[in-house]
């Protein structure tokens, strides 16, 4: 389970002073859910994903992964632990450009100490269920932005985590391969492993998600089903939720 318990994070800002980008942020999740995360630009859907893949320290509140827990203290053998068992597809996750995406993934799936044969195995799964004989020989900085997407989520995914944290994944992506890379997240669920996955795009998060967490101005403004969501925000689908939080921005 992942839990996360009155999380907030405040960033110093040399010309407006303090940004408190997350607000006494909880929920939990159980094993094999999926959370949609919500919520308009600088809502502080980043920052959040990026202290659960403990990228980034919260300044205050705790959180567990299947029963680790997190440092908010800056201890790197904790945060490694946790580490192993976290993929993290970040908005500006880069590949190395002269290596081919084969290699690529080769390299992060030796990193996680995977055995060779699962590994060449799992390799191919990949390669077939995301169509990407054509190009995964080829050197990177030769790809397009599908195509290196496509990799790097198949990096946060190499070593089975059993908490997947994609940031926009399908952003930048024409309609084939947004389709493709949904339906490969989708066959990648499974009982044990829970997924954080950030977006704007609402039909990804009614088809891929149990539950959405809405974010606004930092704080945990609405969760649950997308039934219950709209039931709280008093709305009848999330276009019109959305619409209201953008008017309210600008009053
Ligand atoms: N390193 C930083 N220093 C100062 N402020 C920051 C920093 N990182 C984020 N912020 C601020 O924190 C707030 C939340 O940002 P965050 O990137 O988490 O939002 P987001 O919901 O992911 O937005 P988007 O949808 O545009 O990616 C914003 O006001 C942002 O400017």
New binding site residues.
């Given amino acids: 389970m992942l839990s996360v318990d009155e999380v907030s994070?405040t960033?110093?800002?040399a010309r407006t002073g303090e940004?408190q980008?997350?607000k006494n942020v909880s929920f939990c999740l159980e094993p094999g859910e999926t959370a949609g995360l919500l919520?308009?630009?600088?809502?502080?859907?980043?920052?959040?994903?990026?202290i659960l893949a403990t990228t980034l320290k919260a300044s205050e509140g705790k959180m567990s992964l299947n029963g680790l827990e997190y440092s908010t203290e800056g201890d790197e053998q904790l945060n490694e632990k946790i580490r192993h068992h976290v993929g993290f597809l970040s908005?500006s996750t880069g590949l190395y450009k002269r290596m081919t995406g084969r290699e690529t993934l080769e390299f992060f799936g030796r990193m996680s100490s995977m055995e060779e044969e699962n590994l060449q195995t799992v390799l191919e799964e990949f390669i077939a269920r995301l169509g990407m004989a054509d190009f995964i020989d080829r050197y990177t900085d030769k790809y397009s932005t599908g195509q290196k997407q496509k990799v790097n989520i198949c990096r946060a995914l190499i070593h089975g985590p059993d908490l997947l944290i994609l940031?926009?994944a399908t952003t930048g992506l024409d309609p084939v391969a947004r389709l493709q890379v949904t339906e490969f997240i989708k066959k990648m669920r499974n009982p044990q492993r829970m997924m954080m996955y950030?977006t704007?795009y609402f039909d990804e998060a009614e088809n891929l998600c149990d539950k959405l967490l809405v974010?606004h101005k930092?704080s945990l403004m609405y969760s649950g089903t997308k039934e219950e969501v709209l039931q709280q925000a008093d709305c009848a689908s999330l276009t019109e939720l959305f619409t209201a939080l953008a008017n309210e921005c600008k009053i």
């Fill in positions: 994070r960033f110093g800002d940004v980008a997350l919520g308009m630009n600088g809502a502080g859907k980043s920052t959040l994903l990026r908005g940031d926009e950030s704007h974010l930092g």
